[in-house]
């Protein structure tokens, strides 16, 4: 074949790298769709149906008890993710539109820097907190679940980088092959573990590793041609976004905490068995999130880049757009799952979940604060002023400590529910205030970089 021949056939799409027919793909479908939305709402469909599914794999096949602990292991996980995004996605997501070009290589490469210093530091505070469980606290099946998740937990967290990276730059259908590759290979695995009864916390949490690890791998390898990585260079943006990511890592990771404490604090306060009841309320409350975090996963770089165009009206606009859709959407939830959510329960997961209307209703509610508590939170993200976000978080902490011994040995499950619910809601109205009040002044001259 000719030079020129091989011209023609570069030009017309036949020999291209990996990533570039990745990158093809995803804009054929978002092209296809016609709205990247739409895309982000299909990705988070298909993440929280594969998270729901495992639940009701676990809690049919293993009972309250093994439910109970896999729920542990995934709270540690969620609270990972959220420490990841909060330290490297956030920062990348609003400086990098900031950047020559929107897409600055070095910058990637360094945000994949950071990338590999979380993952070493996470293993190594499981690997102890998995020590200390089965040594000193005598918990040997937290131990067992703590320890399979440190091992996971470079895995898990690359694939989310990938996902926040594709998200960043607005590569939605990107994203959505991503997570197609983890989802199918997770769901195959625990039909086999459930068939041969093998599956419990441990094989599942096994399993979502080993997912994470084929699509996060892959796609590195694929997309690696879009990193280049300068140490030197790497420190020096690690100093850059120190003040943002730090404000927002005490703000988010608080937040986690405060949302995801619930499990844990019935498992030891309750027990196994009321820790998994908890989780099954606790799962079918979040089956809206797709919604939910769909649009969110958009809203992020939308309100960046809102910032960078017209300063802070223009992110007040942005984050009024989105709020009473979502009001809307989870006040209908909240009646939903008032007369409907024990059925539904039970008939996922079986008889021995009982007795959990006011817990799922509780739950549902603290959904709402906590969406709401989110958006006021990007605002003040996007406007520099995230250190508001851990303020509140300061306060509801506060209130669930008061809350948490008049309510949980009363109350019992639903009690816990009731605790979240109300430190949610206090986290929504101060982050509200404080947005509502600092994104009043008029649009900067100058974007900070």
């Known amino acids: 074949m000719s030079n020129d021949s091989l011209a023609d056939t570069a030009r017309t799409g036949l020999l291209v790298s990996p990533a570039e027919w990745a990158h093809r793909i995803g804009r054929r479908l978002v092209s296809r769709t016609g709205v990247k939305g739409a895309l ?48 490297i996605a956030v920062p990348y997501t609003i400086y990098s539109p900031r950047k020559q070009g929107g897409k600055d ?46 091992v996971g937990a470079p895995f898990v967290l690359m694939r989310e980088f990938a996902r926040r990276f594709c998200f960043a730059h607005m590569e939605i259908g990107r994203g959505l092959l991503l997570d197609l590759v983890t989802v199918t290979g997770q769901l195959a695995a625990f039909v086999w573990l459930s068939w041969n009864g093998q599956l419990t916390a441990v094989t599942a949490l096994a399993v979502l590793a080993a997912a994470c690890a084929i699509s996060g791998l892959g796609w590195l390898f694929v997309c690696r041609r879009e990193f280049h990585l300068v140490w030197k260079q790497a420190l020096a943006d690690l100093a850059h976004n120190f003040s943002l990511a730090m404000w927002v890592f005490l703000s988010d990771f608080g937040a986690a905490l405060i949302a995801l404490s619930g499990g844990v604090l019935t498992i030891f306060l309750l027990g196994e068995r009321e820790a998994g009841i908890y989780a099954a309320c606790w799962t079918v409350s979040q089956a809206v999130n797709p919604l939910l975090f769909g649009t969110f996963n958009l809203l992020s770089p939308t309100a960046a880049r809102a910032y960078a165009n017209g300063g802070k009206p223009e992110v007040r606009r ?19 799952l008032l007369l409907f959510g024990e059925l539904i329960i039970q008939a996922l997961y079986g008889d021995d979940f009982l007795s959990t209307t006011w817990v799922v209703t509780w739950l549902a509610a603290s959904v709402l604060m906590r969406a709401l508590g989110v958006i006021a939170g990007q605002g003040l993200q996007t406007i520099d002023r ?21 309510l949980i040995p009363t109350w019992g499950v639903t009690g816990a529910a009731m605790c979240i619910c109300a430190a949610e809601a206090t986290i929504f109205v101060t982050r509200m205030l404080a947005f509502l009040s600092l994104s009043r002044a008029p649009a900067p001259c100058e974007v900070p970089t």
């Open 105 to 150: 290589k070095t910058f990637a490469g360094s945000a994949l820097a950071h990338q590999l210093m979380l993952s070493l530091a996470v293993v190594a505070l499981l690997l102890l907190a998995a020590l200390v469980l089965w040594g000193t606290l005598d918990k040997p099946a937290l131990a067992a679940v703590t320890a399979i998740v440190a």
């Open 386 to 406: 995230p250190r508001f976000g851990f303020y509140s978080n300061v306060l509801a902490l506060c209130g669930l400590a008061l809350s948490v011994p008049l």
């Open 318 to 336: 942005v984050m009024f757009t989105v709020t009473p859709f979502i009001v809307a959407l989870l006040l209908g939830w909240c009646i939903f």
């Open 40 to 87: 982000s709402l299909v990705d988070q469909a298909l993440v929280s149906a594969a998270n729901f599914l495992a639940s009701i794999f676990v809690g049919r096949f293993g009972g309250p008890a093994e439910l109970g602990l896999y729920f542990q292991g995934f709270t540690v996980i969620a609270v990972l993710l959220t420490a990841q995004i909060a330290l």
